[in-house]
């Protein structure tokens, strides 16, 4: 029987504001890159993306979003030390604060959803990979869309240092459960990604059940529950 609901947030239940990526483009050609096209700009920072993406889900780590933005920079012979690069995430959160994450799904329907399995006695948290947005940063977009108070706790890939589909991160996933005296064969993992999501649940026999953004059939999947 299902008695927790570990959900992944990206493309699961949050989608990126196209807002945010732009402000980024515009913050580093104004600020470190300025004889440097947007286009270009746009294309580094979505290939270092997806090139963290891949790195992390196949080593199982996690590359921090200062690395990120310092492999940008590096690109065009610009070397920042730490203090720097954390003054570039801070500026840039300040930005994404200004620039929301969009729910897939209608804030009102998600959150009746989500007080109907609270009321049945299920508990829920969130299970994501991070990659240029930190957890604790993710925390406080959820808080502002009015989604925080849902969920029992919160594993980021950020600040475990471990990623999807790692088995240390499943166990993770594991351990905040047993100390809520939740056992494995009642949870239940639900994500977009078949390699991170269900491949990564499935190999620590986590119940797992995949979700399209596309096809937005996780709210009709939690109401069956």
């Not at 804030?107 to 959803?113: A, F, M, P, V, Y």
């Not at 029992?152 to 905040?176: G, M, Q, V």
Request: proline fraction near 1%; include cysteine.
């Amino acid at each position: 029987m299902i008695k927790h609901i570990s959900l992944d947030l990206w493309n699961t239940l949050l989608i990126s504001n196209p807002n945010f990526s732009v402000e980024r483009v515009n913050y580093f050609s104004n600020n470190y890159l300025s004889n440097v096209s947007n286009d270009l700009i746009t294309k580094e920072i979505e290939n270092i993306g997806i090139e963290t993406d891949l790195t992390n889900m196949s080593e199982g780590i996690s590359i921090t979003s200062e690395k990120m933005y310092s492999k940008l920079l590096s690109k065009h012979n610009i070397i920042l030390d730490e203090s720097q690069l954390k003054k570039i995430y801070s500026d840039l959160e300040l930005i994404f604060f200004k620039n929301l994450p969009s729910i897939i799904y209608k804030k009102d329907i998600l959150k009746k959803c989500f007080e109907n399995l609270l009321l049945k006695d299920y508990s829920l948290n969130i299970s994501s990979n991070t990659a240029y947005i930190k957890g604790k940063t993710l925390i406080s977009v959820l808080e502002k869309l009015e989604l925080k108070q849902y969920f029992k706790f919160f594993i980021f890939s950020d600040e475990i240092n471990y990623s999807k589909p790692s088995i240390k991160f499943f166990e993770k996933l594991l351990k905040n459960c047993e100390k809520h005296k939740i056992n494995k064969e009642n949870i239940i993992h639900i994500g977009d990604s078949i390699e991170a999501d269900i491949n990564g649940a499935n190999q620590c026999e986590i119940k797992s059940h995949y979700v399209d953004k596309k096809q937005r059939k996780l709210v009709d999947f939690l109401n069956s529950l």
